[in-house]
């Protein structure tokens, strides 16, 4: 089979390699055209790659005042690990939120992408621990699981961050962690909505108080007053109330179901892409899984269920007794699940369509990943998929979801 | 006296500020037309600018607080500008 394809150098010619040659031997391609895609649509998207690529390049070998890169290098290897090349740095500690985050540029077999990575390790200016359980120090799982959740559905409606488990190793031994594209496109700057309560430099400009947001939000139970005080905090910033309120609901619909516990509380988790011109709309981005699904598991139950000879049915039975207590996360749950959906239909929610098939084989990816490396999260894993199964089975989810499964 | 610029990774121009190094101060800031909501982001006192605040800004920026700004913006005209804070922020050194 034949397919038109992009290469380095920027011209489109046919590549002939099987699907499970992309990128291997002959094929010097660096975008192949979908199946799903005309080809208008296919040079539009690879014209963007190139001009991306070229830009990685252009960042490749900038250094800060040190002498070191400011956008660290590293190389995938095959045995699938990113490890950061020889006398590099990793990581920008003044990235808000508890994980270590920073820019990395990666090169894969002579394709190099830039890719943001959120480690499972904690950011080296917050002196502590993790609090006990993989839900905390290990939120890559969730946020890969959940991002295949959002990937299969085809309408949420909501522009969405997607996240990859990844396999790191960045100086500090093997360790676990999310890379995901940059969220900005170009001429857009991405901006938190409510203050974190912070006094950096670049934060001074935010037009939310952390005080308006706890008592109008946080700390608030009305739904009604919830919404309206979102919409006119969204509305600051200049996204239209109605862009605003089906942003807000059809997050606050993921959120239910995903059982978000980081939304509601966290002001610092509404972000917004600004263009640099006013007559665009502002943007509102959805992000952050890592506090999803959560289900108290720790390195001891991962060990103790591995000498059970019965530890599939221990699993399932943990998962669907959570599965019962569930009553959904996020801006308008965690209390009574079918008032929560009633609101959000009430609301204007539109619900998914899920391609649940897709999504459960995700998880196989994920399992792959894991066992290659000899990590021990194969049961927490296990766990994780038999609890959004239940999940999406129980009657009120499914009233969010298209064609009801 | 050199001119900082700052633009967007396209090459847009956004807005461009004098820094003159003897006397620690700064122009008034030159704002693009429709620029100004972005220029607030990226420079949040772009309205009453400082060499202070500009300083400060800067050397966040490049994970450097406490650097000096003729040190920062002498480093960012030979070597470029890039920062995971901001990430489609470019800042160009001119003379002059």
């Known amino acids: 089979m034949k397919r038109l394809a992009l290469t380095k150098e920027g011209t489109l010619t046919y590549c002939v390699a099987k699907d499970e040659n992309i990128g291997k031997g002959r094929c010097n391609h660096i975008a192949h055209k979908r199946d799903e895609e005309s080809v208008e649509e296919f040079v539009i998207r690879a014209e963007k790659d190139l001009n991306n690529s070229i830009r990685v390049l252009d960042l490749k070998n900038l250094i800060d005042v040190d002498g070191l890169n400011t956008i660290p290098n590293a190389t995938l290897g095959d045995d699938g690990v990113i490890r950061l090349n020889e006398g590099k740095s990793f990581g920008s500690p003044k990235m808000v939120g508890n994980q270590f985050k920073g820019d990395l540029i990666i090169d894969n077999k002579g394709f190099t992408f830039k890719k943001f990575v959120k480690l499972d390790r904690l950011n080296p200016l917050i002196n502590g621990h993790w609090r006990h359980g993989m839900d905390y120090s290990n939120s890559s799982i969730t946020e890969d699981i959940c991002s295949r959740f959002i990937e299969s559905i085809s309408n949420t409606g909501i522009k969405s961050v997607l996240y990859n488990f990844s396999i790191f190793d960045l100086g500090n031994g093997i360790e676990t962690g999310t890379i995901s594209d940059n969220y900005m496109e170009e001429n857009v700057s991405e901006e938190l909505a409510i203050a974190p309560n912070s006094e950096r430099e670049d934060m001074k400009n935010f037009r939310v108080t952390f005080d308006e947001y706890y008592d109008n939000v946080a700390t608030e139970n009305d739904y009604n007053k919830i919404l309206e005080s979102m919409i006119d905090f969204f509305g600051r910033y200049r996204v239209k109330p109605d862009i605003a309120k089906k942003f807000i609901i059809q997050q606050a619909g993921l959120d239910l179901i995903l059982g978000n516990e980081d939304r509601k509380k966290n002001p610092s988790n509404f972000i917004f892409l600004i263009p640099s011109s006013i007559k665009e709309d502002v943007i509102p981005l959805n992000m952050d899984y890592g506090r999803c699904l959560q289900i108290f598991w720790t390195e001891t139950s991962e060990s103790r269920i591995e000498d059970m000879p019965d530890s599939e049915d221990v699993i399932n039975e943990i998962a669907m007794e959570e599965a019962k207590n569930f009553s959904g996360g996020g801006l308008f749950g965690g209390n009574n699940l079918k008032e929560s959906v009633d609101f959000l239909i009430d609301n204007g929610f539109e619900p998914f369509n899920l391609d649940k098939e897709k999504f459960l084989a995700s998880f196989n990816n994920l399992e792959e990943k894991i066992s290659k490396h000899g990590l021990k999260f194969k049961n927490y894993i296990k766990l994780k998929k038999k609890f959004i199964e239940e999940i999406l089975d129980n009657k009120e989810i499914k009233r969010m979801l298209k064609g009801g499964y | ?96």
């Open chain 2, 1 to 96: 006296m050199k001119k900082v610029i700052f633009k967007n990774s396209n090459g847009d121009l956004i807005f461009t500020i004098s820094v003159n190094f003897k006397e620690k101060t700064v122009s008034k800031a030159e704002v693009e037309k429709d620029r100004i909501e972005i220029s607030k982001i990226y420079y949040p006192d772009i309205e009453a600018p400082s060499y202070t605040s500009l300083e400060r800004l800067i050397a966040h920026y490049c994970d450097k607080d406490g650097c000096d700004l003729e040190t920062l913006i002498s480093h960012i005209e030979e070597n470029g500008f890039y920062t995971p804070y901001r990430p489609n922020l470019r800042i160009y050194v001119e003379r002059g």
